[in-house]
């Protein structure tokens, strides 16, 4: 459910799951964001972790990295998206350099 807007009124589709579409997903933390949303691109409209119409992610990333779901069978509702860089999970695709130190780890 969109948590500032009424849901649209939708007919069924049968290719529900089948698309790919991309949205804007804020974590927690910053600009006082209280907990993950989501904004959909095409109308501006916020929605909460549980009220999402969203069905599988892919992938997600941001000006550091870019991580790939290994775990395609979990709803979006499900994930965990504070735990990318340690769960397997997801599978980053750049290396972090400010975490190595000169290649010795």
Sequence with gaps: ???RDRPD???QDAF???RVHA???????KRA???LLF??????RIYNMEGNPYTYVDAVFNNKNFWINRSMDVPVGELNFGEMNT?????YVM???LNFDNGQN
């Design 39 to 44: 904004i959909e691109p095409s109308t501006g």
């Design 9 to 11: 009124l939708q007919q």
């Design 87 to 91: 769960s397997t999970n997801w599978e």
């Design 23 to 29: 949205w804007v997903m804020l974590l927690p933390g």
């Design 1 to 3: 459910m969109c948590i």
């Design 16 to 18: 529900e799951g089948s």
């Design 95 to 97: 290396l972090d350099s």
């Design 33 to 35: 964001v209280q907990e």
